[in-house]
């Protein structure tokens, strides 16, 4: 059942490779990527640790394994999945039995573009260590269990509790949480080894004791006693790594099988909605009635509230650094021009949604495009509720960086680059949502992908996307900041006026070509966002 | 052997007014495989035309490219005076369809989902109102109007999904399956409410399964077989030509289906 359950998982991205030519560009793109950046990080690691003495050495190999093992299993909860899993909803009603299930959705783990990175950092271990080999080899194999399990039962719990209507926003909150303390960890180990220096700080907070039966650690704490000579320590670590994964095995199991006999969502009379509709106030209008649902499943869908909740992480951490004075934004607390970086910072949040405007519809595209609206007002209804909660978020995070380096004289040019700024996103957005529409995971089977199947193409695309918007906001920008830095030698009104105007010409320029776009591609449009 | 009656027979005998829904010579390909092979479609207003087919014939793709879902290979299809591909929003606006039930906006609640519909139809914010609780007491969901649609049930959201595809009075109803999962109560209501509708001048594309539902309601039958519109009539007009009883016997007949396929040993014999 394990061999089947891998050749499915081929079978799978082998007719998904033959059907989607832009799988058959992300796939290798990804892999290239992934191999590279992996190449990257592990020759930084191996030349940090050649600077260390013996003890602070294999300390160093343990927080390796221990920062490997958190960022491998946190990051595609905090960001988006880079493969897509077997759906264990699929062997419902199959005769597997559940440890089955378990090694064979463990195996199919294996078969996934993601995996080169624990290829090139477990290989790199071992050449490490090769002087040790065999101990190297089943300490590479153990910590390969170790985070493919542990990556699988974090991915599986955070889906179990998004399942639960009530516990959406406990899973929002636990993502919140992995990204504020991702930072603060960060922050403590840059200040750390600062004070210290890298072999000073290792050696100050070595991984022993009840640290050293971590998952990963004990797995890395195979290799290391062997490099001790101490054949006892490899058994006994080894022992302890495969008690691990046992235990995230059992756990795995127990939560699939929870999912697999648990409705989705509870319906109750506490969480029936108003019945008065969308008629009840606002102007009635269809682009304004469009606008108004986008809205709604900004609130409604988790992964768009997610999206727009990203600001919330960045004031998180800006207000923490700057209380406990750590990282960049601590320099930043004392620069009075902090609030015109807001229009800038909130394009990081609204980009998944600007960039994909008919991808968020998925299956109801095909509702949507048969309703006699003209592609225009489309855009204008989706862009206007975009439009909305990127100017409430442009505005508080504003207000926040203002309070924050006291530069609360500087908040007059908001207004200008945030209309610049939103202008120039959906104008870019547009175009990008009617020429290469992406396909959304279908729901339940990733946690809070933005945008997975198309892999590295989605990221090529906000990434040259966000590029163009910067390109654009140039001019605008500048003309701010020079009437800041040249002391208010232009009039504050003069740039405002420019920066809007700037804005609303490219939003206008790009709304007319889109539409035209749009027009002519509905049919396309539709059935590059279907997920069914 | 194809017995469609002609585009141009359907022309001459109704020269006055321009047929409900048309299609000319519509083909579909997807890759080498061609899904509809040639259509010529001509259905008259207030018919209530029933689309047969089996699985895979193309009734859906057909369905897809009149409304403007699917861009076809080639040929022209439209409503009324408009063709499909050059004035789209003008035969959307003539429109209602009846979509997959998972194809709806299921974060919106019954009643924002027929304001919706309401409003993108360009409806006056009071009759949308006294036409979406018109609807919803009618088919019985004004107690579910505040739930979310993902919260209903199939049936459930087969009427919330008509509802929507109705509350603007469209000249031309396309219905797919619209029965799947629909308590008998409803599904007689329903009936009702389309027969209603045909007799006041609209026109009705059904497609589906339910042979007694065909026989019950349509006018007009049009067989698919593989791409192609095979055979095309009224009821008793494809009984006639098919020497059946049923229009249910008539499709078989048609499809050629009716062979002594069905026994396999290994599923009749006993276990063990």
Known sequence: MVARLAWLKLRLLWNGLRKDWQRRIGFPSLILLLGYVSWILVAQFRGAMESLGTDARLQFTLWGALVFWLVWVALPVVIFPLDENLDPAQFAFAPVGPGQLVAGLAASALIAPSVVIPVIVLGASIVEFSHVFPAAVLSALLLLGVIIFSGQVFTTLISAIFKMRQGRDIALLMVLGIGLSGFLAQS?????????????AVLANPLDGVWA??????AQRVVTSAEMGSPLGVIGWAL????????????????????????DSTPSRSR????????????????????????????????QRLVW?????????????????????????SREWLPLLAPALVLFVGLPIALNVFGWERNAASFLFVLPVKPRTLLWGKNLAATWALMIETVALALLLAWISGGWANLIYVPGLMVAAIGCQLAVGNIVSVVSPLRLPREGTDVFAQASEQGCLAIGAQAVSFFVIGLLLVIPSSVAVLTVAFDAGLSPWFANGFAIVWGVIFYAASLVVASSILRRRMPEVVSWVQTV | MAVTMTTAEHDETNTTTAPAVWARGLVRKFGKSTAVAGIDLTIQPGEFYGLLGQNGAGKTTTIKMIVGLLRPTAGRAGIGEFDTWKD???????????????????????????????????????EAISRRNELLDLLDLENEAGKLVGDYSRGMRKKVALAAAIIHRPDVLFLDEPFEGVDALSARLIQRLLVRYTEGGATVVFSGHEMNLV???????????????????????????YGADTIEDAFIAAVGGDDDR???????????
């Open chain 1, 188 to 200: 403590s180990i840059r200040g750390t080894t600062g004070r210290l220096g890298l072999e000073g």
């Open chain 1, 213 to 218: 039966f971590l998952p990963p650690v004990a």
């Open chain 1, 240 to 263: 302890v790594a495969m008690a691990w994964i046992a235990a995230l095995g059992w756990a795995w199991q127990r939560l699939l099988n929870w999912m697999l006999t648990t409705p």
């Open chain 1, 272 to 303: 029936a909605r108003s019945d008065r509709g969308l008629a009840a106030r606002g102007r009635w209008t269809a682009g304004r009635v469009l606008a108004r649902k986008e809205l709604r499943f900004y609130v409604r869908d988790p992964r």
């Open chain 1, 309 to 333: 909740t990203g600001a919330v992480i960045f004031i998180a951490l800006a207000a923490s650094s700057v209380l406990v004075g750590s990282g960049g934004f601590g320099l930043l607390a």
């Open chain 2, 88 to 126: 789209p929003v003008e035969v959307k606006r003539r429109i209602g369809v009846l979509p997959e039930e998972f194809n709806l906006y299921e974060r919106l609640t019954g009643a924002e989902l027929l304001d919706f519909t309401a409003a993108m139809h360009g409806l006056k914010r009071d």
């Open chain 2, 215 to 241: 026989e019950r309601l349509c006018t007009r039958v049009g067989i698919m077989i593989a791409g192609r519109l095979e055979s095309e009539g009224t009821q008793a007009e494809l009984c006639a030509r």
């Open chain 2, 262 to 272: 069905g026994a396999i040993s290994w599923l009749h014999d006993s276990p063990g």
